[in-house]
């Protein structure tokens, strides 16, 4: 067999004595053409995947591996948010939160460097429904696949901002766990890109360090005294891991040890500081290289508090219109513009906190807007677990649903009128409007499947 990738000399050499590494079997894992295929299920929308299943991802309670990779663009339920696409070794972080935090607690949590979702819906979907998770990412056109990715997996608890990292530390000591899945150099994941081979050099993976390093610097305010710190990145270069672990662990930052399963073939690793890591190689694991690290932040001197300001009572008659639509129970409802916005109890108001220091792309679930005759409801609300059980759905078929999908008409027979949802195995896709002689599509335009 070929192989796919050819790996830089100059990264074999630096990885030569690396915990770990074994040269030959290394290679031999990029000279696999079919890389593992593996996807993690969405625990608030249940769903019967039609795929061959291969196995568990043993560290991730949702995650499964799958036998091929299918065509998931036209799989309605991806579109429905019933599962992510995820590598499988990134969903170690699983253990790493669970493990290191009280979960069962509201948490106010930050994945600074989120985009495109994996590890914010993962998160998402392991914290409890009190607590805030805020997912930023910097670039621009990454923003808005997270922004798709969050407002799919339907979550009621998400801010998406797309901020600085330098920008949080003004909200300092508000998070109570950070996740910082830095940018780096790729090496990890060249069988996921090979053309990602051409990219790296040796002053690339240096860059990166110093790159990684500073985003902790100016982030790490925001983190609370004896906060947890999860630091992650998708190289095996010791500069861009063990080395920045040794900065955080001179910075006064205790590392913290992650059970594992020899069953599970990863790999820990120390620091020169003593610091403990975890690195995944694809030729020990079914997933692709990967390294993550946990820490607690040093306790010192007062922290800062955040009371949640009073949010304003929305107009009775707005309720009224919108409860056709929305449960409204346990909810805190805020007015943004000309639509409103809802929130799992007790969370909208930390939403001014944020808006002084940060650029906020959505927050919470936009529920739609009043007219003078009905209530118009958003798209993110047919995504949610807000929609309220007496809003008439309608299941279609396969093709029907690709049709949707695809932006195109859908006939069906019914006698349903008004606002009605397009759903999928029970799942809701988006919203129709049936009138009398036709349906009218409601699929965000720029969701739409635009191949046949």
Request: charged residues 20%.
């Amino acid at each position: 067999m070929q192989p796919v990738v050819k790996l830089p000399e100059a990264l074999l050499r630096s990885l030569e004595g690396v915990t770990g590494y074994n040269e030959h079997d290394f290679v031999q894992a990029h000279t696999l053409v079919d890389a593992p295929v593996s996807i993690r299920l969405n625990s608030f929308k249940p769903a019967p995947i039609s795929f061959p299943e291969d196995g568990n991802v043993p560290w991730c309670s949702n995650g499964r591996y799958l036998s091929s990779r299918p065509s998931f663009i036209t799989d309605p339920l991806w579109h429905a948010g019933a599962y992510y696409v995820q590598e499988a070794s990134s969903m170690f972080l699983e253990q790493v939160l669970t493990q290191c935090a009280d979960v069962t607690k509201d948490l106010r949590v930050l994945d600074l460097c989120a985009a495109p979702g994996g590890k914010s819906t993962l998160v998402q979907n392991l914290i409890t429904p009190g607590s805030l998770l805020v997912c930023n990412e910097v670039i621009k056109q990454r923003l808005s696949i997270l922004e798709e990715n969050i407002t799919r997996w339907g979550a009621v608890n998400v801010v998406v901002t797309g901020s600085a990292p330098a920008d949080f530390a003004r909200l300092e000591h508000f998070f109570d766990v950070m996740i910082t899945d830095v940018p780096c150099s790729g090496s990890g994941l060249f069988r996921k890109d090979p053309a990602a081979v051409e990219e790296w050099s040796p002053e690339q993976v240096k860059h990166c360090s110093l790159r990684q390093q500073q985003i902790l610097q100016e982030a790490l305010p925001a983190l609370k005294p004896g906060g947890l710190l999860i630091y992650a990145t998708c190289s095996y270069s010791a500069e861009e891991n063990e080395q920045v672990l040794d900065v955080l662990v001179k910075a006064g930052y205790t590392s913290l040890k992650v059970n594992t399963s020899d069953s599970w073939n990863i790999v820990e690793t120390k620091a020169d500081s003593g610091a403990t890591g975890y690195r995944f190689y694809p030729d020990r694991v079914r997933g692709e290289g990967f390294f993550i690290a946990a820490f607690r932040k040093p306790e010192e001197g007062p922290t800062h508090s955040y009371t949640p300001e009073k949010i304003p009572k929305v107009a009775a008659d707005v309720i009224r219109q919108m409860q056709a639509y929305v449960s409204v129970q346990s909810l805190d409802i805020v007015k943004f513009k000309d639509a409103y916005l809802g929130f799992h109890a007790g969370l909208a108001g930390y939403l001014p906190w944020l808006q002084k220091h940060l650029y906020i792309r959505k927050a919470g679930v936009c529920l739609g807007m009043p007219s003078r005759t009905d209530w118009i409801p958003d798209h993110e609300l047919a995504c949610s677990k807000l929609i309220s059980p007496s809003v008439p759905a309608i299941n279609l078929q396969q093709e029907d649903a690709l049709q949707y999908l695809r932006g195109q008409s859908v006939h069906v027979e019914t006698d349903l009128r008004g606002w009605v949802l397009a759903c999928y195995q029970s799942l809701p896709m988006g919203w129709m409007k049936v009138l009398s002689n036709r349906m009218n599509n409601y699929y965000p335009r720029h969701w739409r499947i635009i191949n046949k």
